[in-house]
């Protein structure tokens, strides 16, 4: 499979717990992103890469989330002190190229329950 | 008030009736627009993008009027496998082709 994969599928956690997910996107898509999403809403961004650079992160991720892209290939998106309201699905996507308009292919995404 | 505004539904259509779905933007400067298509428990996947001069997939037609920032999805002859959530997608210039979806809308297609 050549898609966007993400690990691992599904995570349960107690409050406080630190937690990390992993991104690998679609081979030589040099822009990654992450997005949150939540029951009935649609996703949400929170931030995104060009290569290893990190260069928007929304006012969404407060500072117990960490993303990193050290390579420029896979990403983590780290939370720290997890709460509740930290449950949602966190998706992932990629796209090739630098200009807007591209084509953005999503993961099969994160499910945190955070208990 | 949210950036993208749909109806949430849930639409409930028989099968090969026509379904129209509109969505409004209110940022001036959105440059891209999309819909996606969201199955239950899965990830969003793109059904189309948005063209000002209106386009058309199959039995999908989107429209998109700047004028008003308002955007539409027409579905014909529809079949049970569309049954889905449909978003209704912006990006902007200069905002690093992040995008910026509506809430979505349910669509079921029944015998």
């Known amino acids: 499979d050549t898609g966007v994969s993400q690990d691992p599928r599904h995570k349960i956690t107690k409050r406080g717990q630190n937690v990390t997910f992993r991104c690998d996107p679609i081979?030589?898509?040099?822009?990654l992103y992450w997005y949150r999403q939540t029951l009935g809403q649609g996703p949400e961004f929170l931030t995104y890469f060009q290569n290893e650079a990190q260069l928007e992160k929304s006012r969404l991720l407060s500072d117990r989330f960490s993303a990193e892209r050290p390579k420029g290939s896979f990403s983590t998106l780290e939370i720290q002190r997890t709460e509740q309201g930290d449950s949602a699905m966190y998706l992932c996507?990629?796209?090739?190229?630098?200009?807007?308009?591209?084509?953005?292919?999503f993961g099969p995404g994160t499910r945190l329950l955070v208990l | 008030r949210k950036e993208v505004e749909q109806d949430p539904g849930p639409f409930n259509v028989p099968e090969g009736a026509t379904v129209a779905f509109n969505c409004t933007y209110s940022n001036s400067a959105s440059q891209s627009f999309f819909w996606y298509r969201q199955d239950c428990r899965k990830e969003p996947k793109l059904l189309m993008s948005v063209y000002s001069s209106g386009n058309e997939d199959g039995r999908f037609t989107a429209q998109l009027n700047r004028a008003s920032q308002y955007i539409s999805l027409l579905i014909r002859d529809s079949k049970l496998s569309d049954s889905a959530t449909y978003l209704c997608v912006v990006s902007h210039t200069g905002g690093g082709n992040k995008l910026t979806f509506g809430t979505g809308t349910q669509l079921k297609v029944e015998l």
């Open positions: 081979s030589e898509h040099n822009r």
């Open positions: 996507a990629s796209s090739l190229g630098s200009h807007d308009g591209e084509t953005q292919y």
